[in-house]
């Protein structure tokens, strides 16, 4: 950090998509508005001149009046993150105070406060985090919301994916006519040296265990390095400070393809278990991103999901999968475009249900769940016309009539 200060303020600002300027106090989580810029049109200047500098402005007490200076975004980063700069003159040690409690979720996407919170604690603290749950529970999405809500840069690899990797993890050796034998790192490589990164591995549980080997040392809390080569005396890779690995697996004799983690990497990450939404957080959830869906549909939408939820879980389940959060947020975002419960079902939930055995498959009990829910007389068009609408109508219907 270039100087220790006991910052009043310290802004981010950004150009909207109209060009005017946004800024948030991010040390207090207070918004600027309109009326203080009028009020303070220096400050207005100051803040555009760090949105082009790509710089944070901070405020510190300067005697009677206030002080201006430039932060850069490293470390204006730590600060967003809820890391007070205090007057270092009066302590022993060069410490710093983490406050993570104060980062607001995003509307747009739900978690357990409890969760959220211990999410950011364990990035801001460079900690391995295992994410459990079924697939479509948000354990991507959270990651990149925590991340942006922390000002940090997410790097993704899909390690379920990946058939060679070492070449993911460590790269390759090539071969020119020019120059010989080289040797050309991995995008890993590379991401694992970048400070204060979240690199997130996705689906870990489905990854070959050879990269559980290549990761052992670089997810290692002590060693934190990144070996090139298997031979002891190997060109190795230090961690960069600050660095969280995530990984999300999915849990359950479900998931084909899934291997049970070795237990010496699993010992490696503090554990986050997320699960399904529950019926109201769901609600919630889905009335938030789409408050265009009228109450009574969004309501026969969640009704439909918990019993197809309900029938899973059961003893004796009629049914072998189950509707995601995702899944249902895929059906929320049909109905908002004016698709009907029905249409929506028919193309994103009965595909997902086997129609083998008939009158007694999965897909004819699900049609009953929909139809226990689905109102007959459902308005084919979600959305009632608007005035501007209406008006329009009238003059296609006045216009035909005259040429009649």
């Known amino acids: 950090m270039s100087k220790i200060r006991e910052y009043t303020q310290v ?3 950004k150009y909207d ?8 106090d991010i040390l207090n989580n207070i918004p600027l508005t309109v009326e203080y810029f009028k009020t303070r049109p ?29 932060i850069p975004r490293n470390e204006g980063a730590l600060i967003i993150r809820g890391i007070e700069i205090k007057d270092m003159s009066k302590t022993t040690q060069n410490k710093v105070v983490l406050n993570w409690g104060n980062i607001d979720k995003p509307n747009d996407f739900y978690i357990n406060d409890l969760k959220w919170k211990y999410l950011l604690r364990n990035i801001m603290k460079g900690k391995n985090i295992m994410m459990t749950g079924p697939s479509g529970c948000g354990k991507t999405d959270v990651t990149f919301k925590a991340a942006e809500a922390l000002d940090r840069e997410v790097i993704y690899f899909n390690l379920g994916a990946t058939q060679d990797p070492r070449s993911t993890l460590i790269g390759n050796t090539h071969y020119s006519k020019d120059t010989g034998t080289y040797f050309s790192e991995s995008l890993f490589v590379s991401a694992i040296q970048k400070p204060n990164t979240v690199i997130l591995l996705d689906e870990l549980s489905r990854a070959h265990p050879e990269a559980w080997n290549i990761l052992m040392t670089v997810l290692d809390p002590i060693q934190r390095y990144l070996r090139l080569d298997e031979k002891s005396n190997s060109p190795t890779i230090k961690v960069a400070e600050g660095v969280s690995f995530i990984a999300t697996a999915n849990i359950g004799s479900e998931y084909t393809a899934t291997r049970v983690i070795d237990r010496a990497l699993l010992d490696r990450f ?7 939404l529950g019926y109201e957080d769901e609600y919630k959830l889905l009335s938030t991103k789409h408050p265009r869906i009228p109450t009574p549909i969004l309501l026969q939408l969640c009704d439909i999901v918990k019993d197809i939820r ?7 389940p009629r049914i072998s999968t ?3 959060t995702r899944a249902t947020l895929e059906i929320a975002e049909l109905l ?11 193309v994103l939930i009965l595909p997902l249900f086997s129609d083998e055995g008939g009158n007694d498959s999965e ?29 329009v109508k009238d003059l296609q219907n006045t216009i035909k009539s005259i040429g009649e």
């Open 11 to 13: 802004i981010k600002g």
């Open 17 to 24: 998509s109209k060009g005017a300027i946004k800024a948030m």
């Open 42 to 70: 220096d400050v207005q200047q100051r803040i555009e001149k760090s949105i082009n500098s790509k710089e944070y402005l901070a405020v510190y007490k300067r005697g009677t009046r206030s002080g201006f200076e430039y």
């Open 270 to 276: 503090t554990l986050l278990e997320m699960d399904i």
């Open 310 to 316: 309900k029938e899973n879980k059961s003893d004796m």
């Open 322 to 324: 189950s509707l995601s």
């Open 336 to 346: 908002d475009d004016g698709f009907t419960i029905d249409q929506a079902s028919e």
């Open 363 to 391: 897909r004819t009990y699900i049609k009953q769940v929909i139809q226990k829910y689905v109102v007959k007389d459902t308005p084919k068009k979600l959305h009632e016309p608007t005035d501007a609408e209406k008006i």
